[in-house]
């Protein structure tokens, strides 16, 4: 961790290279823990000071608003862990919450296990992912997911969460609603299978399999279909600052959405429940105009030239400057579908 030392205190250290937007916002505290005793030390440490934590994984769903008054705890415990189920060929495999999700992805690969597949190239680490039931390519972790094991911040006892207790949604679990800011997740245990069936049924995956001439694709094959796609279509925020998808995509009531088709009839929309259609956030934005724009003096941030569910920052924009671009891209597709879109992305204000 550029030089800094797990379960050591810092102050006043720069969030630059812990947010994947690249936002220059400083932590006035800040505690990077691999074990699950330096959590809890970081959560006694700050309660002595009246600190408010802020927990981080690899930054790739946050905004930052503001600097951080308070204590960063960056959760990095690591490892892997497989065991047996009763069934052939199905085991349950743990990753503690600071291993980087893609890298679980190919190690689930490596053992010939279906199930994540699909869910490779998203950055950040496993702790968060139930934390929106992260998704790509007609898969979601909710699909395979087991348990989780968290730590309660308030009485510091450890808790085992089944996958009915997650409550998980699109882009949604209790951790982001009804359990918010109460529970640090540790590790997550997934159920996969050496046999299976891949999911090829979205986006472009077919098209690229085709292109590559697989005709009988496993996980692995799928798995470099959707790095492909994914490449192809998104920017690196290594490269170009950034945290995906920065609206989720509304679901809207089918009688509304019957009516909008009547002035834009190629309104994109897939039904989910009974009487709900799901409408691409990219493509509304898109038509209000914002595809590729570039804002501010500097033209310093915008929305990606590719993808328009994206807000960028070129270089130097603030998490401010990027929050009130979104608010008004959200105010520009209200008034011109009555559509309201609301951010995945976890804004960070002090
Ligand atoms: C280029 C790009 C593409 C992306 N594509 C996708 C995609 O296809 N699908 C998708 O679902 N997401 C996508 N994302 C969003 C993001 O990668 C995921 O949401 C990811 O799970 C966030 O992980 P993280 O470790 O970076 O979380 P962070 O950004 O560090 O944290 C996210 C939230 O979770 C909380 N949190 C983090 N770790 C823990 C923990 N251990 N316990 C409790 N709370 C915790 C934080 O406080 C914060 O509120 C993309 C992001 C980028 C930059």
Known sequence: MDGLQAGTLYNNISLKPFNTFGIEANAAHFWQATTPNEVIEALKLAKENHWEILILGGGSNVLLCTDWEGLVLQI???????????KLNEVLIT????????????????????????????PGCVGAAPMQNIGAYGAEIKDTFHSLVALDRNSLQYRTFTKEECGFGYRESVFKSSLKGQYIILSVTFKLSAEGEVNIGYGDIQKILEANDVTNPGPIEVSRAVITIRESKLPNPEVIGNAGSFFKNPEIPESQYLELAKVYPT????????????????????????????????????????????????????GQELWDLAITIQADVFQKFGIHIQPEVNLIKA
Not at 76 to 84: E, F, Q, R, T
Not at 109 to 116: Q, S, V
């Open 76 to 86: 990095a415990l690591k490892g892997i862990s497989v065991v047996p189920t009763e």
């Open 267 to 318: 309104m994109p929309h897939y039904p989910t429940h009974p009487g709900q259609v799901k409408i691409p956030a990219g493509w509304l934005i898109e038509q209000c105009g914002w595809k590729g724009k570039k804002m501010g003096d500097l033209q310093n941030y915008g929305v990606h030239e590719k993808q328009a569910l994206v807000l960028v920052n070129y270089g130097g924009a603030t």
């Open 95 to 122: 990753a503690a919450a600071g291993e980087r999700w893609h890298n679980f992805v190919l190690h689930s690969l490596e053992l010939g296990l279906y199930g994540m597949e699909n869910l490779s190239l998203i």
